[in-house]
């Protein structure tokens, strides 16, 4: 039953950065492990981060591991993903979903609710 709602994306050129934004409501967020999925065009949907529910638990994809930092402030029931250092390759619609735990997440199962997403475009 929980509702998110993503925020942040934009233009952006090769090599700057963007912060996204998922607000839950309406639900346990504070229980649930949250995670960024991107779709490319052309593409599958894929995850990039995900993290647990009390934040102390992440995982990156290899291809953003080192640009990218998912977050989350609780008191907020926001998650963030700040992504530094873009490539044109990261031009994605990104989603954010909830599910019960990071592994579920990470395994691409579950039933958890997924945000209406937010387009990031990168220029070269």
């Known amino acids: 039953q929980v509702q998110l709602v993503e925020s942040g994306g934009g233009l952006v050129q090769a090599g700057g950065s963007l912060r996204l934004s998922c607000v839950a409501s309406?639900?346990?967020?504070?229980?649930?492990?949250m995670g960024w999925f991107r779709q490319a065009p052309g593409k599958e949907r894929e995850l990039v981060a995900c993290?647990?529910?009390?934040?102390?638990?992440?995982y990156y994809v290899d291809s953003v591991k080192s640009r990218f930092t998912i977050s989350r402030d609780n008191a907020k029931n926001t998650v963030y993903l700040q992504m530094n250092s873009l490539k044109p390759e990261d031009t994605a619609v990104y989603y954010c979903r909830a599910d019960n735990s990071i592994a579920t997440i990470r395994g691409g199962g579950g039933s958890g609710p997924w945000g209406q997403g937010t387009q990031v475009i990168v220029s070269s």
């Open positions: 309406g639900g346990a967020y504070g229980y649930y492990a």
């Open positions: 993290i647990s529910s009390s934040g102390g638990i992440r």
